[in-house]
């Protein structure tokens, strides 16, 4: 069973310490405007036991050697860019949420079983990430692992098989199947209705690239259906 990567907390520091101290503004440098309430907490629980020390450096050693590193690093991107699509879809159109939640499936997925495959190659020493190695292979190993990654990569291909093409003139919306593929006129109507006001123009709200995790930009603008031909497309 993994525990952690720690090897064990320590204990907190006062409040008057850490304000005499001036931990608080060294925590300002150090995280800036990122918000992480755990890794903050660590900087506040100095180490009162030898063997967890120990137990920390060796982990650091191990990430020492670049090509651990990289697998660590690779893998804690994937999750964080899985949990900032999960966030995202809490404010998305209806119709984006289920296709959202497929990315953030196999992202993760993706992220496990590639960890896995990298770390227990590599020359790890340290019992911090050797039990981490471990805990990945079981997780991989799993039947409810598995069925995720079946069912997430089923409903994207399922996903990748919807093919419709749209024109968009004024007000006006035209839907051409593609193939044989099939009718979806009257789901594309209703997508674009929501934009359609008293006549008056359309309303659409607009949401800064930056606040998009670049990997995901690109899904994220073609929605719930694919993108393909030369027009306006969806």
Request: charged share 35%.
């Amino acid at each position: 069973m993994y525990l952690t990567i720690l090897g064990g907390r320590g204990r907190r520091i006062d409040e008057q310490v850490a304000h005499d101290l001036r931990i608080y503004e060294l925590l300002g440098d150090i995280f800036g405007k990122r918000k992480d309430d755990f890794l903050r907490s660590l900087h506040l629980e100095p180490l009162d036991n030898e063997g967890v020390a120990v137990f920390r450096l060796n982990v650091f050693r191990d990430l020492l050697k670049g090509e651990v590193l990289d697998a660590v690093a690779e893998f804690v991107e994937r999750v964080n860019n899985a949990v900032r699509i999960l966030e995202m879809e809490k404010v998305v159109y209806e119709e984006h949420k289920i296709g959202m939640h497929v990315d953030a499936a196999l992202i993760y997925t993706e992220a496990v079983e590639t960890a896995w495959s990298r770390l227990r190659g590599l020359p790890i020493e340290s019992e911090g990430l050797t039990s981490f190695t471990r805990y990945l292979g079981e997780i991989a190993g799993s039947e409810k692992f598995r069925e995720l990654r079946r069912r997430a990569r089923e409903a994207a291909e399922a996903r990748d098989q919807i093919k419709i093409r749209v024109w968009i003139e004024g007000d006006r919306i035209r839907v051409a199947r593609e193939e044989d593929g099939e009718d979806l006129s009257a789901l594309v109507d209703s997508l674009f209705s929501r934009f359609k006001g008293d006549g008056e123009g359309a309303e659409v709200k607009y949401i800064k690239p930056r606040a998009i995790p670049p990997t995901y930009m690109r899904r994220f603008s073609e929605g719930p259906l694919k993108c393909i031909g030369p027009n306006t497309t969806y």
